[in-house]
């Protein structure tokens, strides 16, 4: 099992970019699939970006493609979260989450393990 930690987010005006980071415990890192997901006040969680065990396969919801990039360094037990292009719409609680299959769903019920999330807001 792993134990995931988020950091990163803040206050942000429209148009800008923050980068989202996911430290993971242990020595296990690399045999998960990770993911992040969001739940603005109100509404259900939502899938926003996922990548594979190895970091070669990536999946993007439609609202962030082009603006938000996923990655991972096994080497650092770290997954990241780029956004760019943040537009009001993006604020949220932002979530990173491990899944053993190791392919990049976007089902929530999926995945095994969730960090406690980090605040993301973004300003007019």
């Known amino acids: 099992q792993v134990q995931l930690v988020e950091s990163g987010g803040g206050l942000v005006q429209a148009g800008g970019s923050l980068r989202l980071s996911c430290a993971a415990s242990?020595?296990?890192?690399?045999?998960?699939?990770m993911g992040w997901f969001r739940q603005a006040p109100g509404k259900e969680r939502e899938f926003v970006a996922a990548i594979s065990w190895s970091g070669g396969s990536t999946n993007y919801a439609d609202s962030v493609k082009g603006r938000f990039t996923i990655s991972r360094d096994n080497a650092k037990n770290t997954v990241y979260l780029q956004m760019n292009s943040l537009r009001p719409e993006d604020t949220a609680v932002y979530y990173c989450?491990?899944?053993?299959?190791?392919?990049?769903?976007?089902?929530?019920?999926?995945?095994?393990?969730w960090g406690q999330g980090t605040q993301v807001t973004v300003s007019s």
């Open positions: 242990g020595r296990t890192f690399s045999r998960y699939a």
């Open positions: 989450a491990a899944e053993s299959v190791r392919y990049p769903t976007e089902r929530l019920t999926m995945y095994d393990y």
